[in-house]
Nanobody, 118 residues
Framework: VQLQAFGGGLVQAGGSLRLSCAASGRTLSAYAVGWFRQAPGKEREFVTSISRSSDTTYYADSVKGRFTISRDNAKNTVTLRMNSLKPEDTAVYYC????????????WGQGTQVTVSS
């Protein structure tokens, strides 16, 4: 499965952005999907994930209550809604997919830059 993340941009602190992850090659409904981010000089970190059927989601503590992940399997997309953005949310955001029983994410999209100005 090939993944493409888009929707990043420049936003002021307190603002909102919506990122999308679109899949091609195989149906995204076969995979759990996660979002990760990497800020300059820092390691890549987990942000959120969603199960195949959307019944299970996980969030990093740093984004709980501000970010929401959702998916539309009919459209082969996963969406990350980011509200109340903070400068520390600035990073390149990546979407990734894995088979439900896998431990690691196998398929990665190219990143999309999110910059939050103070």
């Amino acid at each position: 499965v090939q993944l493409q993340a888009f929707g990043g941009g420049l936003v002021q602190a307190g603002g909102s952005l919506r990122l999308s992850c679109a899949a091609s090659g195989r149906t995204l409904s076969a995979y759990a999907v996660g979002w990760f981010r990497q800020a300059p000089g820092k390691e890549r970190e987990f942000v959120t994930s969603i199960s195949r059927s959307s019944d299970t989601t996980y969030y990093a503590d740093s984004v709980k209550g501000r970010f929401t992940i959702s998916r539309d399997n009919a459209k082969n997309t996963v969406t990350l809604r980011m509200n109340s953005l903070k400068p520390e949310d600035t990073a390149v955001y990546y979407c990734a997919a894995k088979e439900p029983i896998a431990v690691s994410y196998k398929y990665w999209g190219q990143g999309t830059q999110v910059t939050v100005s103070s």
